[in-house]
Nanobody, 122 residues
Framework: QVQLVESGGGLVQAGDSLRLSCAAS????????MGWFRQAPGKEREFVSA????????YYADSVKGRFTISRDNAKNTVYLQMNSLKPEDTAVYYC???????????????WGQGTQVTVSS
């Protein structure tokens, strides 16, 4: 079992930055690939970014590439999502998730956090 707890969400203005954190616990947490997804009201949950257990390979949705950066600290069992140049369309609940399988499909993820709200005002 892997437990995930997100933090760092909030209300910001367009152009601002936020850093989300996801604290993982469980015996095998550090061996999982970790991903961030988001879900806006009335929309499906979508892939944002993911990182391999080593931290050397990362993946991004086109909509956030160049603005968001994912990283992980396996010593702290924590994954981060640095979000810069935020836009109103980034407004959503952001979820951290863990998988031993593919990284871009939400169906591949076995463990999910409770989510943290990010609101970007124009």
């Amino acid at each position: 079992q892997v437990q995930l707890v997100e933090s760092g969400g909030g209300l910001v203005q367009a152009g601002d930055s936020l850093r989300l954190s996801c604290a993982a616990s469980g015996r095998t947490a550090s061996s999982h690939r970790m991903g961030w997804f988001r879900q806006a009201p009335g929309k499906e949950r979508e892939f944002v970014s993911a990182i391999e257990w080593s931290g050397f390979t990362t993946y991004y949705a086109d909509s956030v590439k160049g603005r968001f950066t994912i990283s992980r600290d396996n010593a702290k069992n924590t994954v981060y999502l640095q979000m810069n140049s935020l836009k109103p369309e980034d407004t959503a609940v952001y979820y951290c998730a863990a998988t031993l399988r593919g990284v871009r499909s939400r169906d591949s993820y076995d463990y999910w956090g409770q989510g943290t709200q990010v609101t970007v005002s124009s």
